[in-house]
């Protein structure tokens, strides 16, 4: 048997990331889960690098500054991208969060894996809709639950030689 790597989707870490910084734990769990937020924090912030990039590349400039056009959009900024550049921009944006963020699974890894791999598979955390819930934290935690899927199926496929 050989090692297989930790692979999720970049679009899955900043979901994962946020639940298992939430996560109330204590002792080695929490010093592990640290460390592989750390690890987590790495491929987010390359990721935000490769998306800036991609908008460096179609983003519309302003004449007068040549900055970035920025719009704002119920209180979020926004880069200006021309309509006849949108569909490329929106599949280079797409592309990048279908790529794979991966962990080795390598002896320096193992203990992180596993140990959030155990928090994850089993958590009390409640996932899918709760009654009283408005219609968007419904919408929320139907998403959290398929996100929980696609993690566990990560952390699933992981195998270390033993």
């Not at 009390?124 to 009283?132: A, I, L």
């Amino acid at each position: 048997m050989m090692n297989v790597a930790f692979k999720i989707p970049k679009n899955q870490l900043a979901g994962l990331y946020e639940w298992l910084a939430a996560v109330p734990l204590a002792g080695r769990e929490s010093r592990e889960r640290t460390k592989f937020l750390a690890l987590l924090a790495e491929g987010i912030k390359e990721l935000e690098a490769d998306r800036l990039k991609i908008v460096d590349q179609y983003a519309e400039l302003d004449p007068e500054t040549q900055e970035k056009k920025k719009v704002v959009d119920n209180g979020k900024e926004h880069f200006v991208i021309p309509d006849d550049k949108q569909k490329e921009f929106s599949a280079d944006i797409e592309a990048l969060y279908a790529e794979d963020f991966v962990l080795d699974a390598l002896e320096g890894n193992k203990t992180k894996i596993l140990s959030v791999r155990d928090i994850l598979l089993n958590t009390d955390y409640k996932f899918g809709p709760q009654e009283g819930d408005t219609p968007e934290q419904k919408f929320a935690r139907i998403r959290e639950a398929a996100q929980y899927d696609i993690w566990c199926t990560a952390f699933e496929a992981v195998s270390f030689d033993e």
